[in-house]
């Protein structure tokens, strides 16, 4: 009859009593019967009458194994037989009709474990699938041994492989059926917990999600239509309330993406390579749907799901981060997620699956535009502060990263423009510029732990791959990205000193300058900003300024840059303490001896170099920022480059200035206590200093030198009462008593005594033309109050007689009118 016909859809009702009744009462329908009701059932799909169908095909079920009581054994295997034999034939069609075809195989699973179906070989290649299904057949037909319980497990492997001439619709229907399925297993166990044991619940749904498996796998070459349906019912299943049933969802998602992959991937190499770019499109759209799908589940709202997932990802990325293709950003979106969210107990999970990403072999296949996100999720994790250990680690990682970009510079800008393209450079660049940032952000993290493991990374990282910069790159990253490093971990330190200093109380007998000191250097925090700043400073040096931009110094922007790394040397001697003053100079004297030796070190550089240290010290000096010490320590580093520098012809009087005023800070800083008896250590060590410096002045052109003795004598003369500049001399022989200065015996007696064995050894020039001066300088503090109260003018007038016996004896040689009796006069009024 036609599909409309009056007549049949009227007769088709009163059909199915009679099949009910015996089905009801438990009789044993015969062949015949069973055949009669297989044509009902295909009447009833081909006219349509779904729902008389599905209602039929519930009771068939009921009758073949009861839905109640709960796990309820096998009553009627013909039944069981029959409906596998039903679901095979009609399965092109049945629609709604497999939600009761699923809940009676998934009872019958309980007595079959037909869970254990999928665990069988699958075959790969055409023939062996034919040959495969054949077999099943012949079994299912009652060929096979093992009798019936075998040929409902063998019909049930065949069903899900013959999915594979299934429409997409029909595909999709049967996926709609196991996720209701699912849904009624869980329904069932609410419902009546103490009827329905747990392990029922777990073995029905291992069932369906095992089903759910095979139809994806003899599926695969049409993944876009079942993709949606699988992932959605390995999700619900992840929702269950059972902890084992979720387990079982999530390890199956990974199973899943591990068959997808694979099958992709032979799939696409057994193409012809003009077949490849066409048909590859739809294959990477697979893998990122599938990816896709951690996304979905780690939603869940069980941590233990969350965990499984990571734990998933992360055996996936292992066997196939090399084959992720466009599903990297995917992956990367989820942990850069996870690192946001900052969840404690996810971030040491999710982090190796990062880490697997950035491994030598698998970092290479990444994506150009996707090695942005790779650092940005990176950082992420690194700037969390949930778990340290995983900042620490992420840190590291961006070394590896920008180290990666820096040596692959031209395979990334091939990447960027395509096969036989050319440009990428400047996304290339834009890409290390980027990734130099983020890192240099990390090197300046207020925990010390990241900091410390930040540094070396970056200037590890730089060291190796910056002869990879041209200038512009190399003075771009040491404008942008190292002197704002030297600034943020100089103000970080600055930050700590400054809540140091208001935390001691103004009465706390640590709130002087060595109590505070003492409480600096037993501060951790303090000793962890001082310790970043010394080794970012220390980096600078030997990754990139000794080598690049000292000698791009002489440009416009080389020059710049170098200023700007004088700044960060000046505020480390001014604000960073003992320990940063001292290593720091330290590193940038071996750096300029370096240079020196080879002979690569602009002047400009030589002579900033100076000029910087000596105005930082000048200030640390009067704000009493750093200890006679360490200025001692760092003097003799300082003057430690003289050799180096005479021998390359950079020994300029102006350095040379600096030296001498250096030196004298220490004359100044190490002030003995009122009363004492003779210098300090250091103010001893300071002038014994300056008689050295004296000695080389010898090895300078005459006219030059001249300048360094009048610099030298004056220097000394500036420690002793009066104005050394003023004149007339003989204003001064009567001075007020200067308040608020101090000028102690024993100190005023060795700078004497350095004036008068200095100046005996100068040139007989000098000699002539300063006797005058010095003489008179020395005659205004003789008559200072202060050195008559201290008892100090002894060795002041010896200075006085040595200095005149020495020089004006000379003066004779200038020429000039009253020139040889003028000095004479002075020393008899000033006497």
């Known amino acids: 009859p036609e599909p409309n016909s009056t007549v049949s859809l009227r007769l088709l009702p009163m059909l199915w009593p009679p099949f009910k009744t015996a089905l009801d009462a438990d009789i044993p329908l015969p062949t015949e019967a069973l055949r009669a009701l297989g044509v009902f059932l295909d009447a009833s799909t081909y006219l349509k009458q779904v729902r008389l169908r599905d209602a039929s095909l519930s009771d068939i079920a009921n009758a073949a194994v009861p839905s109640a009581p709960p796990n309820a054994p096998i009553r009627s295997l013909p039944l069981c037989r029959f409906l596998i034999q039903t679901s095979l034939r009609l399965s092109p069609s049945l629609g709604s009709g497999w939600v009761p075809l699923l809940l009676f195989l998934q009872r019958l699973s309980l007595s079959l474990d037909l869970a254990s179906v999928s665990q069988q070989a699958r075959p790969s290649d055409k023939k062996a699938y034919a040959d495969w299904t054949q077999s099943l057949r012949r079994k299912v037909a009652g060929g096979g041994e093992g009798g019936e319980l075998e040929e409902l497990r063998c019909g049930v492997a065949l069903l899900w492989s013959e999915t594979k001439s299934m429409s997409d619709g029909a595909l999709c229907d049967l996926l709609e059926g196991m996720s209701f399925a699912t849904k009624e297993s869980f329904r069932a166990e609410l419902e009546g917990s103490e009827h329905h044991p747990l392990d029922d619940t777990v073995k029905s749904v291992s069932f369906l999600v095992a089903s759910t498996l095979d139809i994806a796998h003899f599926n695969m070459h049409r993944s876009s239509v079942w993709l949606e349906g699988v992932v959605k019912h390995l999700r619900l299943v992840a929702e269950s309330s059972n902890t084992e049933v979720r387990d079982l969802g999530v390890k199956s998602l990974s199973g899943l993406v591990s068959d997808s992959f694979a099958e992709a991937h032979h799939g696409l190499i057994a193409l012809k390579p003009s077949d490849r770019e066409v048909k590859g499109a739809p294959l990477r759209e697979t893998k990122r749907r599938l990816l896709s799908a951690y996304g979905l589940m780690y939603d869940s709202d069980f941590k233990d799901a969350k965990l499984g997932v990571l734990q998933s990802l992360k055996a996936t990325l292992k066997a196939l981060a090399a084959e992720l293709d466009d599903g990297y950003p995917i992956v990367l979106e989820l942990l850069k997620r996870i690192a946001d969210e900052g969840d404690a107990d996810m971030l040491p999970h999710a982090f190796p699956c990062l880490d697997q990403l950035c491994e030598q072999d698998v970092i290479r296949k990444v994506p150009a535009h996707a090695l942005t996100l790779l650092s940005g999720c990176c950082t992420n994790f690194a700037k969390q502060e949930s778990d340290p250990t995983v900042s620490q680690k992420a840190a590291q990682t961006m070394g590896v990263i920008i180290e990666y970009v820096l040596l692959n510079k031209k395979a990334i800008a091939h990447d960027f423009s395509g096969e036989g393209g050319e440009g990428g450079e400047?996304?290339?660049?834009?890409?290390?510029?980027?990734?130099?940032?983020?890192?240099?952000?990390?090197?300046?993290?207020?925990?010390?732990?990241?900091?410390?493991?930040?540094?070396?990374?970056?200037?590890?990282?730089?060291?190796?791959?910056?002869?990879?910069?041209?200038?512009?790159?190399?003075?771009?990253?040491?404008?942008?990205?190292?002197?704002?490093?030297?600034?943020?971990?100089?103000?970080?330190?600055?930050?700590?000193?400054?809540?140091?200093?208001?935390?001691?109380?103004?009465?706390?007998?640590?709130?002087?300058?060595?109590?505070?000191?003492?409480?600096?250097?037993?501060?951790?925090?303090?000793?962890?900003?001082?310790?970043?700043?010394?080794?970012?400073?220390?980096?600078?040096?030997?990754?990139?300024?000794?080598?690049?931009?000292?000698?791009?110094?002489?440009?416009?922007?080389?020059?710049?840059?170098?200023?700007?790394?004088?700044?960060?040397?000046?505020?480390?001697?001014?604000?960073?303490g003992d320990k940063v003053a001292l290593s720091v100079t330290l590193s940038m004297k071996d750096a300029v001896c370096e240079r020196l030796v080879e002979k690569k070190l602009p002047s400009s550089v030589w002579t900033g170099m100076w000029e910087a240290t000596d105005a930082a010290v000048a200030e640390a000096c009067t704000r009493r920022t750093i200890s006679p010490q360490a200025l001692w320590d760092l003097v003799k580093t300082v003057s430690s480059t003289m050799p180096p520098a005479r021998k390359a012809g950079l020994l300029q009087p102006t350095i040379v200035v600096c030296l001498i005023r250096l030196v004298d800070r220490l004359v100044t800083a190490g002030s003995p206590e009122h009363g004492a008896s003779g210098p300090t250590k250091f103010q001893t060590a300071a002038l014994n200093e300056l008689r050295s410096i004296a000695g080389s002045f010898g090895s300078i052109s005459e006219g030059d030198e001249e300048c360094l003795w009048q610099a030298y004598l004056y220097v000394l003369l500036s420690h002793l009462p009066g104005d050394v500049t003023h004149h007339p001399w003989s204003c001064q022989l009567d001075p007020p008593l200067q308040e608020g200065r101090v000028f102690h015996r024993g100190l005023v007696r060795a700078i004497s005594e350095a004036v008068s064995s200095s100046f005996s050894q100068a040139p007989e020039g000098v000699r002539a033309k300063e006797a005058e001066g010095v003489v008179g300088v020395l005659l205004v503090a003789l008559c200072s109050p202060q050195l008559r109260e201290g008892g100090a003018w002894g060795p002041v007038a010896e200075a006085v007689v040595k200095v005149a016996c020495s020089g004006f004896p000379l003066i004779r040689q200038l020429g000039g009118g009253d020139s040889e009796a003028r000095p004479w006069n002075m020393l008899t009024m000033g006497l």
């Open 426 to 576: 400047e996304e290339v660049e834009g890409i290390w510029v980027s990734l130099l940032e983020t890192i240099g952000s990390l090197a300046t993290e207020k925990r010390h732990q990241v900091r410390e493991t930040a540094i070396p990374s970056l200037f590890g990282a730089l060291e190796r791959g910056g002869e990879t910069f041209g200038d512009a790159g190399i003075l771009h990253t040491a404008r942008d990205v190292l002197l704002p490093v030297l600034q943020r971990l100089q103000t970080g330190l600055a930050s700590e000193l400054s809540l140091l200093l208001q935390s001691l109380a103004p009465t706390s007998p640590s709130h002087g300058t060595r109590g505070g000191r003492r409480l600096e250097a037993t501060n951790p925090q303090i000793e962890g900003w001082r310790a970043s700043l010394t080794e970012a400073f220390r980096g600078c040096l030997k990754a990139l300024f000794t080598v690049r931009v000292l000698g791009l110094s002489g440009q416009r922007e080389g020059e710049e840059v170098f200023r700007g790394f004088l700044g960060a040397f000046s505020n480390c001697l001014l604000g960073g």
